[in-house]
């Protein structure tokens, strides 16, 4: 068992998944558990994008000020 996943997933071990998963949920409910997790990973790209975008709107562009000259000391 410690050795399935040595070299990682493969095409094998992720055919044994979806097997055990079709024996799990059958045949008829597993096109809506698709379905909801398809929306769910959507949901939660379109929020994450959101939240990293406001970091960008919150940033307003600062106005450079000219220095003024300074008054020139006289020499001793």
Do not use: C, H, Q, Y
Not at 24 to 47: H, Q, V, W
Not at 55 to 76: E, H, L, V
């Amino acid at each position: 068992m410690f050795g399935l996943f040595r070299g990682g997933v493969g095409g094998p071990e992720l055919i044994v998944i979806l097997f055990i998963i079709l024996l799990l949920f059958g045949s008829t409910r597993l096109p809506k558990l698709a379905g909801s997790m398809g929306k769910a990973i959507k949901e939660f790209k379109k929020t994450a994008n959101s939240a990293m975008d406001e970091p960008k709107k919150k940033t307003t562009t600062t106005t450079t000020t000219t220095r003024k000259p300074r008054a020139k000391t006289p020499k001793a």
